[in-house]
């Protein structure tokens, strides 16, 4: 199991994961930002990561590096993005998630929620205006579109925004944003009173009016905030309107433009946990022997490693899919429906493997089985992806029980 940095011939040569070579699926520029991500995560993520997690802690440290390692803003082209294929976005995600949920997750809001609701809605002048800044991290994303009554029904948010002159006035309340606390851009998603449509708007740091609170208690993601948003009378003027986001339909484009992107992340946490218990179980002795001499072990990892594999297999499709411009919401549902239940299935296999040690955060399986929860429900539950699939191959909305 040995942690070599050079990226080697195959991915099994850095985690002993790729049962089916599938590291032979990746050019070289998607190739070289996950190696990047990977000597970050091995040397400076997972050496400190338990104690941000313990502490509840923002890692700003390693938020800070982020856009040294040339990988902030995915796919967006220009103003100092990345600039990256949805593959390479899908293998830095994994990557960061190997070492941890929180950093990942953070990630995943400033540049997959709120820098692609810019890229994907603003105008050319509102790109130029946020991106490049973003880009660096000289200023930071948040996405508000939950709210505390409105999570798997957002379509419904009640949050208003109403036309006063050059400027829009929006009330409401949001739950669950992340990076909500600390965010110098925060995506507003909002109804307006007029059209009855929803629309995005950017509310900038200091706008009185807005106030933020932090989500205390939380046992998932332990190291990134999120926060109860309030709006009372936040005026923002209409040069901070979204241009093109004039519908929820725009707001579900950039949702489903990061779904598929969370069974990426599924796959780190789940090959982080598989690549601590086969690690332990190879050193552990009891009864005289590694614990890797007993069959009933070398069951379990087997069938972990089957599971493993299989997610790799969804990864690697959905990242041919989205490279190409024909990954469908469905297909991306799927994939973020499987990948988050099968994880969850390793993370908890593993961390049994492990005995009481399973439980130390020292031996990071227990952050990953706590964060893995997270991830199983943000962008869409699995009930919500199992009803959204299920209307597809039967035509039958369960939602309410239309026929398409």
Known sequence: MSSTHDGGTHLG?????????????????????????????????????AGYWERAEMPWPLIRRLPELGIVGEDIAGYGCAGMSPTACGLVHMELHRGDGSLGTFLGVHAGLAMQSIAMCGSDEQKQRWLPDMAAMRAIGAFALTEPDHGSDSVAL????RREGGDWVLDGTKRWIGNGSVADLVVVWARDTGSGEVNGFVVEKGTPGYRAEVIEGKASLRAVWQADITLEGV??????????????????????????????MALGHATGAYD??????????????????????????VRMLADLTGMQL????????????????TVAGLAKMNNTGKARQIIAEARDLMGGNGVLLENHVIRHMADIESIHTFEGTETM????VGRDITGIGAFTGETR
Not at 158 to 161: G, P, Q, R, S
Not at 244 to 262: E, K
Not at 276 to 301: C, D, H, N, P, W
């Open 13 to 49: 040569e850095s985690l002993g994961t790729d049962f089916f070579s599938v590291r032979d699926q990746f050019t070289e520029e998607q190739w070289e930002p996950f190696i990047a991500t990977r000597r970050f995560v091995d040397d400076e993520v997972l050496p400190v990561a």
């Open 158 to 161: 009640e949050t208003t925004a």
């Open 235 to 264: 005026r923002v003027p209409e040069a901070n309107r979204l241009t093109g986001a004039n519908g929820f339909a725009d707001t579900a484009r950039v949702l489903a433009s990061t779904r598929s992107i969370c069974a990426w």
């Open 276 to 301: 601590a218990a086969m690690r332990y179980a190879s050193e552990r002795k009891q009864f005289g022997k590694t614990l890797t001499s007993f069959q009933i072990v070398q069951q379990r990892l």
């Open 314 to 329: 969804y990864c690697v499709q959905i990242g041919r899919l989205a490279d190409a411009g024909r990954l469908s919401p």
């Open 385 to 388: 992806q199992t009803l959204i």
